[in-house]
């Protein structure tokens, strides 16, 4: 039987859409579970693989330096990174701490020998590639399409038509509307509340919770995300979008298919997005909003309301333990923790926190230069002194590592000077959390809360809040 007790895994995908649509992430997580490894030694990310900023990666790496690991498994070589230069970086943390990286397709790399590295590289090369390769034809794809003014699909409330889209007039399920009416319905309804989730449970309650149809046009979406990026597609209003994903390459342009709604109404959607963009009320009535974790399981505590003789009681629950429909349920603690109590555990931190500032005053913290900034500084002058150019892009790189940790020890400085400073102007300001208001909670909270962990035993609620400074 193998020893997993200093192993973990890591997976990602590229995209949040990948994700949703079940394109790998939940299969990969799977298969690392049947290799043997629990849920909570798995890191994964939704993001590019070229990317250094991933949190699950980054997490991986720390534990490789905290000498916590001997093993990382990953399915394949390009699910860990896509860039050359950075499996170069994280290369040298591996062979540094004697970590060994397993595939779940087969092998793994021994960084201890010139084949094993040789072999390391070629990998790396090749992943990149792959993602240049993936980028060259999307970018190829867009372009070609939008000289054509072609559309890449339909969305609910259209079908295909050769190279376009067109209103689908057939009947809607046993109703007798058409798709075209009920697309109308859900934009309407919109509108008319300004809320996605609320919009999502009256289409659900009216038209039934399961979808029809084996393709995304044949029914209206059913998830808050998934919904929201129905809405904002411009094909509703008879104009096409290319890039989508790219806002910096991002167009609109005319089209000429027929559009079900009106582009005054499409711009009022955008509009009603914008001024509230996670629905209309939530960060108003949830100060905490994506800050509260269950202690059990790590999820993001959902807040849930509800009125009895007309006082509103607000709470936070595990979705962990209340899971969507078709989810499976992964953790037990299924009690309904008090939203007030959360809040003033944050709070008293925080004057905690700002007490312990005032009294501290004028004297500034001093950062100590990092060991590991101070060491990449030495073995770039080594390496200089040797004059030898076969190290010069070793060197490449581990300037460009000096340069990354510089940069970030720097955002570090300025974002602690800033949280101090609003701290200490919370501590000195008579009365300040009795005259607050909600909408100054959440970005005081945001700003300085990095999260409130919740916690039951018997009755009692616990709430432990953890500070970005």
């Known amino acids: ?56 990666y980054n997490r991986v790496l ?42 779940l397709d087969g092998g ?20 990149a590639q792959v993602r240049d390769k993936n980028r060259y034809n999307a970018i190829q794809g867009h372009r070609y399409f939008q000289e ?48 996605l989730s609320g919009t999502i449970r009256k289409l659900v309650n009216k038209y039934g919770l399961e979808r029809v149809g084996k393709y995304k046009y044949e029914d209206f979406p059913r998830d808050v995300s998934a919904f929201r990026r129905w809405l904002v597609n411009p094909q509703l209003c008879g104009m096409v979008r290319y890039y989508p994903f790219d806002s910096e390459k991002q167009v609109t342009v005319e089209s000429d298919h027929e559009g079900v709604i009106s582009v005054a109404q499409h711009q009022q959607i955008i509009q009603i997005l914008s001024t509230h ?6 960060y108003v009535t949830n100060p905490l909003v994506g800050l509260c974790k269950c202690a059990k399981c790590g999820s993001t505590m959902e807040k849930r309301s509800n009125k009895v003789n007309g006082k509103t009681y607000e709470h936070l629950k595990c979705p962990g333990a209340y899971p969507k429909p078709r989810q499976h349920k992964k953790c037990d603690v299924r009690t309904y923790f008090r939203l007030g109590d959360a809040v003033n555990a944050a709070i008293q931190a925080l004057k905690n926190k700002a007490e312990s500032i005032v009294d501290n005053m004028p004297a500034e913290n001093t950062e100590e230069v990092p060991p590991e900034i101070l060491e990449l500084q030495q073995q770039i002058l080594k390496l200089k002194q040797l004059k030898d150019p076969d190290f010069d892009s070793t060197i490449e790189i581990k300037e460009q590592r000096l ?3 510089i940069k970030t020890l720097e955002l570090n400085l300025v974002a602690d000077a ?52």
């Open 108 to 127: 793994s790399l021994d960084l201890e020998t010139p084949e094993g590295l040789f072999t390391s590289r070629i990998l790396a090369a090749m992943s």
């Open 277 to 282: 963009p996670c629905g209309r009320r939530r």
């Open 403 to 405: 340069e990354s940790l």
């Open 148 to 195: 054509k003014r072609k559309i890449y699909q339909a969305i609910f409330g259209f079908i295909k038509n050769a190279d376009s889209v067109v209103p689908n007039k057939k009947q809607y399920r046993n109703t007798n509307k058409t798709y075209i009416e009920v697309a109308r319905e859900c934009v309407e309804m919109f509108i008319e509340s300004g809320e």
């Open 1 to 56: 039987m193998r020893d997993l007790s200093r192993a973990l895994g890591y997976c990602r995908v590229s995209t949040q859409r990948q994700h949703s649509e079940g394109h790998g992430l939940e299969r990969y997580i799977d298969k690392l579970k049947q290799y043997g490894l629990s849920e909570e030694q798995i890191h994964w990310d939704i993001e590019s693989g070229a990317s250094d900023k991933r949190k699950g």
């Open 62 to 103: 720390e534990l490789v330096r905290s000498r916590k690991v001997d093993k990382i498994i990953v399915p394949c070589f390009d699910r860990f990174t896509r860039s050359a230069l950075g499996w170069e970086v994280a290369r040298e943390e591996l062979q540094k701490f004697g970590v060994e990286l397993i595939f």
């Open 418 to 469: 800033s949280r101090t400073q609003i701290l200490r102007g919370i501590a000195m300001s008579d009365g300040f959390w009795e005259v607050v208001t909600r909408e100054e909670l959440t970005a005081i909270f945001h700003e300085l809360v990095e999260e409130v962990v919740c916690s039951a035993s018997g009755r009692s609620q616990f709430f432990a809040a953890r500070l970005k400074i």
